[in-house]
Structure formats: structure tokens, C-alpha cells
């Protein structure tokens, strides 16, 4: 059977009116502020690709550095339907179904295991996928009483974390990354995927993990069985480590 091509669908951003291209983009300069500065911003935005570009906020920051926000009209578009892209597959379920499907197929508590790891202090992730409140409104998975979740907090050494994991007899391992400088976080999650295969357990536990700048096809280039960037909720995790689990029993 022939393949049909999906129509084009090409977007550019809105601002005033559709397809205008306005858009808001923010830097910093390590200059101290002032009216060369200023229109060197606005010529940096020019060279991004921006027409018409105007500071139309700026601050000096101190010691030889300064803000912008720069508002202009981006010149380019695409195609949402030129590409794929990489996600895990699996059907997001509410919290009394998943409850459910873990009591009917694990037969006990699924054991999940959490930490932001290495150098990393930003606990806003983590918590708010594990910490029973969690986040706008979504439940964290403590309020899951199919699952034990142990969160571990921030600054959390990669052998700690395995250790702990390998008391707990862990069916998931849930690390957070917010720090993201110098692609910190790409060291810290190679780190902790390679400590796993030395101990054996890599095929053993379900390796997932989140933050803002993670997306499901890094993860798997890292050797994660899971990846979950912004919008990401309690049920989102839990949902796909049960089907992960069903998957591998």
C-alpha cells in the first residue's frame, strides 16, 4: 500500500496578527550598559534572523553586564509536518487506574526511587512529580498508594542513589536534572546509566528521567528507557513505568 504524504502545514510565530513572525527574545551582554551596547543587541538580534528589531527593555546588571529583551519579526517557518518526533508510547491513565493496573499485575506496591543527582540542588522537579501535594494540580505519586515513593532530595551522589535503589529492590529509578550549564547533566545521567550496567541492573529497573531540558529520544540516546521535559505530571511517570513493567514481565 502507497504511503500518502501529509499536507504541509507550515507556522510562523504570532504576535499582532497570525503568521506576523513577532516574537520576544531575551540575552545577556557581558558589557556594561550603555548606547553602543544597546545597538549592539539590536544588531545581534538582526543577525538571529530578525526584522526591525527594538530594545525595548534593557537593565544594567553590574560589574560589566547587561539585559535585553529584544522584540522583532522573525523571518523564517516550518513545516510541522516536514519531521517526527521521538516520544514513549504508552496511554496516560488517572490515578485510581493506574492504582488498578499496578494491584491487578504487580500483585504489591511498585517501589520508585528519586533524587536529583550530583551537584544538582533544584528539588522543584523531582517534587513535584513524587511530593504527595505535586504540582497545578496534579497529585504527586506519595498520594499513590499502589506505589512506595522514596524521594532522596537534591545533591544526591550517582553510588548513593544506586545504592539505596538496590535496598529498596526499586522497579523505578526517577532522577531530575534542572542544572543544565555546560550540559552538566548529560555527565551526571551517563554517570549514573553506566554505574547501573557495571552493577548488573540496568536491565533490572526502569530508568527514567525529567527536566527541562530533557526530551524522550536524549534519554534514550543516554540509555534511559524514558525521557520527560516540561508539562510533565505524576500520572505521565507512573503510567508508563506500569506499562514499562507489564512490558518486561
Known amino acids: 500500500m502507497l504511503e500518502t ?3 504541509e502545514q507550515w507556522v510562523k510565530p504570532y504576535g499582532d496578527t497570525l503568521a506576523d513572525g513577532r516574537v520576544q527574545l531575551s540575552f545577556t551582554l557581558p558589557v556594561a550598559l550603555d548606547e553602543r551596547a544597546k545597538e549592539g543587541a539590536k544588531r545581534l538580534a538582526a543577525q538571529m534572523g530578525l526584522d526591525e528589531p527594538a530594545v525595548v527593555h534593557c537593565e544594567d546588571m553590574g560589574q560589566g553586564f547587561s539585559f535585553y529583551v529584544v522584540y522583532g519579526q522573525c523571518k523564517h517557518q516550518v513545516d510541522l509536518n516536514s519531521y517526527t ?3 514513549p508510547e504508552y496511554e496516560v491513565m488517572d ?3 493506574i492504582n488498578a493496573l499496578i494491584a491487578e499485575k504487580m500483585k504489591r506496591r511498585m517501589v520508585v526511587v528519586g533524587a536529583c543527582i ?3 540542588a533544584h528539588t ?6 513524587m511530593n504527595m501535594k505535586g504540582y497545578n494540580g496534579h497529585k504527586g505519586l506519595e498520594s ?3 506505589i512506595r515513593a522514596i524521594n532522596l532530595g537534591a545533591q544526591v551522589d550517582s553510588e548513593d542513589l544506586v545504592t539505596r535503589a538496590i535496598e529498596e529492590n526499586a522497579d523505578v529509578i526517577l532522577v531530575s536534572q534542572v542544572v543544565t550549564q555546560k550540559n552538566i547533566h548529560l555527565d551526571n ?4 546509566a553506566d554505574l547501573l550496567e557495571a552493577e548488573g541492573l540496568r536491565d533490572k529497573v526502569i530508568l527514567v528521567v525529567g527536566g527541562p531540558r530533557i526530551s524522550h529520544e536524549l534519554a534514550k540516546e543516554l540509555g534511559y528507557d524514558a525521557g520527560f521535559g ?3 505530571y505524576a500520572e505521565d511517570v507512573a503510567s508508563f513505568a506500569i506499562h514499562e513493567w507489564i512490558k518486561r514481565h
Open 5 to 7: 504524504k501529509q499536507p
Open 85 to 87: 518526533v521521538v516520544k
Open 95 to 97: 490515578k485510581d487506574g
Open 118 to 120: 550530583e551537584t544538582d
Open 124 to 129: 522543584v522537579g523531582i517534587d513535584a512529580i
Open 144 to 146: 499513590y498508594h499502589e
Open 189 to 192: 545521567l551517563t554517570k549514573l
Open 230 to 232: 516540561v508539562k510533565s
